[in-house]
């Protein structure tokens, strides 16, 4: 394959991933933390969606047990992502380490295709650099023009909400899984009247547990 069409192939997903990243960013230095502290969260976590729950929860001074309630919640397909991808052919130690650190969505979704059953540890690892690279860059980017919006402009914090409800919408258009959306309305409304603010884990817990009977209900 030719280097033409392997960027071809990877710009759509640093596109992506920059818009997210931009996003991140302008919310980092919207929070009152330095800019910095946005590239050191997109190079050191490197979680997309987990870092904007993890924003909140540390600037909230969120109990430690939260955070890692939370983090276990987000991040807990990468059980099931670990099964498939394909780290037998990333050897050696470092490169294994690097790949299992930068193991996100995008990566995994390119590498589980058919036509990537026989690629390289250059190119999985390459894919995965690509990847951390427009996540880091394009964050600190956000950072550094979030420093530029003046105080008084209100309403920015809400792009992140705005985010995840069209991530939402296009995903039950994709599935129109009526059952799944009634059911994690409900388990937000419930964990609200239950914990108030507090609500975010125990209304994930409970819609996992649904997922995970429904998903045992229908293997049954």
Not at 37 to 58: K, M
Not at 85 to 90: I, Q
Not at 185 to 211: D, R
């Amino acid at each position: 394959m030719t280097a033409r069409r392997v960027l071809n192939e990877l710009l759509p997903v640093g596109f992506a991933v920059a818009a997210m990243g931009l996003a991140f960013g302008v919310l980092v230095a919207r929070s009152g933390l330095p800019w910095w502290w946005a590239t050191i969260f997109a190079s050191v976590i490197f979680a997309g969606s987990l870092e904007f729950l993890l924003l909140g929860l540390v600037t909230a001074v969120a109990p430690l047990g939260q955070v890692a309630a939370a983090a276990f919640l987000v991040n807990f397909r990468h059980v099931f992502y670990a099964m498939s991808f394909p780290l037998h052919r990333v050897p050696g130690v470092a490169a294994k380490a690097y790949s299992t650190f930068a193991l996100t969505d995008e990566a995994y979704a390119l590498t589980a295709r058919p036509d990537a059953q026989h690629w390289s540890r250059a190119r999985i690892l390459g894919l995965q650099a690509f990847v951390h690279a427009f996540w880091a860059g394009s964050v600190t980017l956000g950072a550094l023009g979030g420093t530029l919006i003046p105080p008084e402009v209100k309403g920015l914090d809400f792009a992140v909400t705005a985010l995840f409800l069209v991530l939402g919408i296009d995903a039950f258009r994709a599935r129109r899984d009526v059952p799944a959306v009634v059911v994690a309305i409900a388990c937000a409304l419930v964990g609200h009247a239950v914990f108030g603010e507090q609500m975010l884990v125990a209304a994930m817990a409970m819609f996992t547990l649904f997922l995970l009977a429904r998903y045992a209900a229908r293997g049954a």
